[in-house]
């Protein structure tokens, strides 16, 4: 059962595009998203190293920074076919998230993030039953190999990161076997 959700998908059309372009669309998105996770993989050390530099004031000297960088996920899973793997945080309001998620192997998949009020809607549609729910627009993206973003939570609340391969979204990825997926998510909080 698909559900008529808010956001439409602009992006590439799979269903008009010859086999040529949809091999080179994948294959082009498969090396973008290695190169990624290849510089990626040093992502820990990085967040830790920026974290530890303070920025400068107007004068040249160190400046005193709260920001706080918490490396919350960063790891590789399979989704199985037919299945969707979630994740949830519970944030404070003004919690920046520094986020990707990339397709190392198999086909497109949903990315969506949504919160408490909306998770139980998705949860009933995934199960087959009646059920509405919404995602934030700037955490999500249907029938994709990658995306890349930053979301700031907008009230203190847990939130969900769902990487679907069950299909069943309407304008969404049609499963075509199980995804490998690289995950990162970093929490960046700015203190007083």
């Given at each position: 059962?698909?559900?008529p ?7 590439y059309n799979?269903?008009?595009a ?15 998203a ?22 400068l ?6 400046a005193a920074?709260?920001?706080?960088y918490?490396?919350?996920r960063n ?6 076919e ?5 994740y ?5 309001n003004?919690?920046?998230?520094l986020?990707?998620v ?5 086909g497109?998949?949903d990315i969506?993030?949504?919160?408490t009020?909306d998770?139980p809607?998705?949860?009933s549609?995934?199960?087959g ?7 934030y ?9 990658a995306?890349?973003y930053?979301?700031?939570?907008p009230v203190s609340?847990?939130?969900?990161l769902v990487v679907?391969n069950a299909?069943?979204i309407e304008?969404?990825?049609?499963p075509?076997?199980?995804a490998?997926v ?7 909080t700015?203190?007083?």
């Open positions: 059962m698909a559900y959700h808010h956001y439409r998908s602009t992006d799979y269903n008009n010859s086999d040529k372009h949809k091999n080179i669309k994948r294959i082009a998105l498969l090396t973008s290695i190169v990624l996770v290849l510089t990626l993989a040093l992502a820990p050390a990085a967040v830790a190293t920026v974290a530890s530099i303070p920025p004031s107007s004068d040249g000297t160190p920074s709260s920001d706080t918490t490396l919350l790891n590789i899973t399979v989704v199985e037919g299945f969707y793997n979630w949830s945080w519970q944030l404070d003004g919690t920046e998230l986020v990707t990339a397709v190392l192997g198999g497109p998949v969506m993030l949504m919160d009020e998770w809607g998705f949860q549609v995934m199960a039953g009646n059920g509405t729910f919404t995602y627009i700037a955490g999500s993206r249907l029938d994709t190999f995306h890349i930053n979301f700031t939570a609340d847990t939130f969900y679907n299909g069943q304008g969404g990825a049609e075509s076997g199980d490998s690289y995950i990162s998510v970093v929490a960046k700015t203190g007083p």
